[in-house]
C-alpha cells in the first residue's frame, strides 16, 4: 500500500494507440513520476500485453490499469491485477455489487481501487459507500469532452469535491489536462495525485515536462 505523503505524487497517463508511442515518452519522464497510468485508449488498443511489459520495465513504479469498469467487477480486475497492475479504476456510476466485487478482488492481491467521477455526477452519500467498501482513490476530472467545449477553468464545484472526498477520507486525484499553470489553483487542497497525460507525452522534451510538473507540485504543496 502507498505510504501517505504531504505533497501529491505524479502521474503520468498513457493514452497513446500502441505502446512504442507510450514507452518513448515514459522511459524519459519515468525519473520524474510516482504512477504510471496505463490509460484506458492504450488498454482497449493493446489490451493487457501493455501493462505486462510496463511492469516489466518498472518494476518499482506503482502502475494503474485505467479500465473504468462499469460491471463483470471481479473477472476485469482479476485480469488487470494478473498482468500486474497495483490499481485499477471503475465509472462512477457502476453498482455498489460491482464494486464491492473490485475492491474484494484487490484486497487478495494487496491492489487499491479509484473511482472516477463524470463531470456531472457526484453524490456524497454515495462517495461514503464507496469507501466503506475499501475504494481507496477517487479522480476529480476536467474530462476531455469539457475541454473541447473550451471550458478550461477549474470550477469552486470541484474544489468543493476535493475538500469533501478528502474529509471523507480518500486520496483525491486530479486531472483533465493539467499543466504547470493549472497547479496554483489547488493550493492549499489535499491533493493526493496529480495526473498529467498530454502535457507530458505531447512534449518536445517529455523528461523536462515532467520535471517541471514535478518542480511545481513540490513548490505549490511546499
Excluded at 33 to 55: P, S
Excluded at 59 to 85: M, N, T, W, Y
Excluded at 206 to 212: D, E, G, V, W
Amino acid at each position: 500500500m502507498s505510504e501517505p505523503r504531504n505533497t501529491p505524487r505524479l502521474q503520468i497517463a498513457l493514452d497513446t494507440l500502441d505502446q512504442p508511442s507510450a514507452l518513448g515518452p515514459l522511459q524519459q519522464a519515468a525519473p520524474y513520476v510516482d504512477v504510471i497510468e496505463c490509460g484506458t485508449i492504450l488498454i482497449l488498443c493493446e489490451g493487457y500485453h501493455a501493462v505486462r511489459n510496463i511492469r516489466a520495465l518498472f518494476p518499482d513504479k506503482q502502475i494503474l490499469a485505467d479500465v473504468r469498469i462499469a460491471e463483470a467487477g471481479a473477472k476485469i480486475a482479476r485480469l488487470a491485477f494478473e498482468a500486474g497492475a497495483d490499481l485499477v479504476s471503475c465509472v462512477a456510476g457502476a453498482s455498489m455489487t460491482t464494486i464491492e466485487q473490485v475492491c474484494k478482488v484487490a484486497a487478495e492481491f494487496d491492489g487499491e481501487v479509484q473511482v472516477e467521477l463524470a463531470d456531472e455526477w457526484y453524490d456524497p452519500e454515495r462517495a461514503r459507500a464507496w469507501r466503506a467498501a475499501g475504494v481507496q482513490h477517487v479522480i476529480v476530472k476536467r474530462s476531455r469532452d469539457r475541454e473541447a467545449a473550451g471550458d478550461l477553468s477549474w470550477k469552486a464545484e470541484d474544489m468543493d469535491r476535493v475538500d469533501e472526498l478528502a474529509d471523507i477520507g480518500f486520496t483525491v486525484t486530479v486531472t483533465g489536462g493539467i499543466s504547470v499553470t493549472d497547479l496554483p489553483a489547488f493550493a492549499g487542497r489535499r491533493v493526493g495525485i496529480v495526473i498529467a497525460g498530454r502535457s507530458i507525452v505531447g512534449a518536445e522534451d517529455p523528461a523536462a515536462a515532467a520535471s517541471a510538473l514535478r518542480d511545481a507540485i513540490d513548490e505549490v504543496w511546499s
